[in-house]
């Protein structure tokens, strides 16, 4: 058990005693500032008499045992239940925290492509409130879900961002409140009360195969470089496409320890931390894309050498798909992105070859529904070359470079 006690220690240099409370817990001793100082006509036989400060000492020494007798402090220290009590009852910054747990999530954890997504979120809750340091205090439910209505005309954001957030929240919910000994420094959770709204259904991004043809056969627009970021995005498009809509995340980091003969053996970026296979996958390089492979070799353990000009897969992602909005604006084709060509394979391998959902699933390497099943399987990979060498020859006949 806690005891407390308003007294003083020495005299400062201006003549004043500044008053403390001190604290005993298991035959130990330390005191905690009051902000308040008496001068020597307020002591008597070094006990100070001031009635006005001794109110004030008995109420923060009544406030200090009602938090203590709320929680089982048998095993603290005295210094435990001194940062107890000065932490509290203090506000927390959350944006100081979503920064950190942002930052720890790319870092420490590897998952910088998806702190991207957390950054973006707590940013445009940072916009919404015109402040970047907010307070723990400020998330009511009100707060958020005027947040989450200013979010309404957003595809993904409505749902992405606030998903964001509450990790982020629940998180902090772990790391400072302490249920077991009813310490409760973040006193409120919004998010009890709040439904996330879904995200709009995406658009279907299928290029017909027209399309795709238009697109492989059209012609490269002059430029002053060797290789302009135009020609490297659309020679990716084609090598994206020719792998079964292999991720330009997958593509960029390829190192040469992934190629058996002309098989690629890799796992892929964005789940191979999230599932027990690692997300792994065989594809074979088709003849018709093999050229392209000898054009960007690298020199380097990398697969391929767009490490050399783009520092990262998400600077490369960014200007594969710059490229191809200058290569179809001066094919007078329709708006094209890298995923579309993703999307292409997927449709053109159940409408055209006939594959079923999840023989397409597997190549796309889909997480399964199956997952306990395929722990006993040892997986054949092979079908999927087999698929993805149909799907090459519904847009380019026999799939050879012509």
């Not at 942002?102 to 420490?108: K, L, P, S």
């Not at 796992?267 to 894309?289: F, N």
């Not at 329709?334 to 060509?341: A, E, R």
Request: hydrophobic share 35%; proline share 3%; with cysteine.
């Amino acid at each position: 058990m806690a005891t407390f006690k308003a007294c003083i220690r020495r005299q400062r240099n201006d003549g004043l005693y500044t008053v403390f409370i001190r604290i005993t817990h298991k035959r130990e001793a330390k005191y905690i500032d009051t902000g308040k100082a008496v001068d020597k006509s307020k002591l008597r036989k070094g006990e100070i008499k001031s009635p006005e400060i001794l109110s004030y000492c008995a109420n923060q020494i009544k406030g200090y045992n009602d938090l203590l007798n709320a929680v089982d402090i048998s095993n603290w220290s005295i210094s435990e239940i001194i940062s107890y009590l000065q932490n509290v009852d203090k506000d927390i910054s959350f944006s100081q925290y979503a920064r950190k747990y942002t930052f720890e999530m790319a870092t420490v954890r590897k998952m910088e492509r998806n702190s991207k997504n957390y950054k973006w979120a707590y940013q445009s809750l940072e916009k919404f409130a015109q402040s970047e340091n907010i307070m723990f205090s400020r998330l009511t439910t009100k707060f958020i879900q005027d947040w989450i209505n200013s979010l309404a005309n957003t595809n993904r954001a409505k749902e992405m961002y606030p998903i964001c957030i509450r990790m982020i929240f629940n998180a902090a919910l772990e790391e400072f409140n302490d249920y077991d000994h009813n310490i409760i420094r973040i006193k409120t959770n919004p998010f009890r009360k709040i439904e996330i709204p879904k995200a709009d259904t995406p658009t279907k991004r299928a290029l017909e195969i027209p399309v795709l043809q238009s697109f492989f056969n059209g012609f490269m627009p002059m430029t002053k470089y060797l290789s302009s970021r135009t020609e490297i995005s659309r020679d990716v498009a084609e090598m994206v496409f020719c792998l079964a809509g292999m991720n330009t995340a997958d593509l960029y980091e390829l190192k040469k320890e992934n190629l058996k003969g002309d098989l690629l053996c890799y796992h892929r970026q964005k789940t191979k931390k999230h599932r027990s296979d690692g997300a792994y996958l065989e594809i074979r390089i088709p003849p018709r894309i093999q050229h392209l492979f000898e054009k960007y070799k690298s020199d380097n353990e990398y697969l391929l050498n767009f490490n050399h000009r783009y520092q990262d897969n998400n600077t490369f992602n960014t200007n594969v798909n710059g490229g191809l909005k200058v290569y179809c604006k001066a094919n007078n084709l329709p708006p094209i992105c890298i995923y579309n060509f993703r999307h292409s394979w997927a449709t053109i391998a159940q409408n055209n070859c006939h594959a079923s959902t999840e023989e397409i699933g597997f190549a796309l390497n889909h997480s399964s529904a199956h997952r306990v099943t395929e722990g006993y399987i040892k997986k054949d990979y092979s079908p999927i070359s087999v698929l993805n060498e149909k799907v090459i020859a519904c847009v380019f006949g026999n799939g050879l470079k012509k």
